[in-house]
């Protein structure tokens, strides 16, 4: 008996298609949110990546349209109140309407909490709590308009487990994974998704010290029942996940990405 060959995307795989969305990444000019912005462009999203540099952003975006992405650079500073508004704006008005929002704009700062200075925590709260919030209220005020929209706040395992002289990043993170239920509890109503996606160790230039030190990396392997650093595409399949109509009803939850490290002591 002669087989027949499916022409067309099945229902399962075509919801996570993601050709005519439009994607808004922070901090995607490297790093995990390069990562990202490739992935959910390979998905058939259009991308607009973010960073503050546009020499950055614009050789991410060659790299991007080298392999056939369809891409748009902004450069603005996350923290800025005023500066995100103009900029959701102008993409909205300009490119199109925001279907996927990935909040990935983050910084670390290590050191004793009793010798951290309050300028660096205002720093960092700003960048890794202020920025989700900031870009989350300025996308969303357009997507509860089109009763639709996808909101992926990046978290970290550090939003639910502590460190040592990391208590800022942590709080930071655990603020991020608290906003984002909010965020799904206020907006879930108007059609919006708000997930977080939360990263165990992995492999950036933001841990390279880390990744560096044998002693360390040692013992992460070991904590780690996948017994391995992780690799940033190991991203890419949750983030499509939550940018899709695959979850379309999954909301305020946090996919940890961790190789297992949350689920052992």
């Known amino acids: 008996m002669d087989t027949i060959k499916m022409t067309s995307p099945s229902p399962a795989t075509a919801a996570f298609d993601l050709t005519g969305r439009l994607a808004l990444i922070t901090g995607s000019s490297a790093g995990i949110g390069f990562a990202l912005a490739r992935g959910l462009a ?73 010798d951290f200075s309050v300028e660096h925590w205002h720093e960092l709260m700003r960048t890794n709590l202020d920025s989700v ?16 929209g996808k909101i992926i706040n990046i978290c970290s395992v550090q939003s639910e487990l502590g460190r040592p002289n990391i208590a800022p990043y942590t709080a930071s993170k655990g603020g991020v994974k608290m906003l984002t239920k909010g965020m799904a509890i206020d907006w879930g109503q108007h059609g919006i998704q708000v997930n977080g996606l ?5 492999k950036t230039e933001l841990n390279d010290a880390l990744v560096k030190n044998a002693e360390f990396s040692s013992w992460l392997i070991g904590r780690t029942p996948s017994r391995r650093w992780g690799d940033v595409e190991d991203l890419v399949g949750p983030a499509v996940f939550l940018a899709s109509d695959a979850s379309k009803f999954v909301n305020g939850h946090i996919l940890y990405v961790d190789g297992g490290v949350t689920a052992t002591l």
Request: a positive charge; hydrophobic letters at 45%.
């Open 42 to 114: 390979q998905a058939g999203a259009t991308i607009v990546l973010n960073a503050r540099s546009q020499d950055k952003l614009e050789a991410a975006a060659r790299t991007l349209r080298g392999e056939g992405a369809t891409v748009h650079v902004k450069a603005f500073d996350v923290t800025d109140a005023k500066a995100v508004s103009a900029a959701v704006d102008d993409i909205e008005k300009n490119i199109g309407a925001i279907d996927i929002l990935i909040n990935n704009a983050g910084m670390q700062r290590r050191g004793p909490l009793e």
């Open 133 to 148: 919030f900031l870009n989350g209220q300025a996308v969303a005020r357009h997507m509860i308009a089109r009763k639709r």
């Open 198 to 202: 939360g990263p165990g160790y992995f």
